[in-house]
């Protein structure tokens, strides 16, 4: 079974993903980014979904801590956010994630996505 970081600092949100991914995934939260970055180094999971507003550290500045540690560059990893502003999004864009969501995101999209970057 393939494991699943979800990183969010709303305990609804990670409640809701975990209740919908559970059947098909392992799944792990963390309700920061500094915690799912200890996390990441210590479980390395097959993929990560990550807010992008998260108070203390960013989505953003998540992404790019675990893009600068060897152990956890490899991993897909894809904002799952309510941030809809054309500068943000282009701004996480240009850090090439495996994907960008939009919340509130339909159960279809999500596990399409989620299948086509664990496929790659």
Same mark, same amino acid.
């Given at each position: ?13 990670? @409640? ?24 990441? @180094? ?23 801590? /675990? @893009? ?33 969501? /939009? ?8 596990? @399409? ?8």
């Amino acid at each position: 079974m393939k494991h699943i970081l979800l990183i969010d600092d709303s305990l609804i949100q990670l @409640r809701i993903l975990e209740v919908l991914l559970r059947d098909k995934y392992d799944i792990q939260m963390a309700t920061s980014g500094m915690e799912g970055v200890r996390y990441a @180094r210590k479980t390395h999971p097959d993929l990560i979904l990550l807010d992008y507003d998260m108070p203390v550290q960013s989505g953003k500045e998540t992404f790019e801590q /675990l @893009r600068s540690m060897e152990e956890t560059s490899d991993i897909p990893v894809i904002f799952l956010t309510g941030v809809h502003e054309k500068e943000v999004v282009a701004e996480v864009l240009k850090l090439r994630p495996s994907g960008y969501l /939009l919340k509130p995101v339909s159960q279809d999209v999500l596990f @399409r996505t989620i299948a086509k970057t664990l496929a790659d």
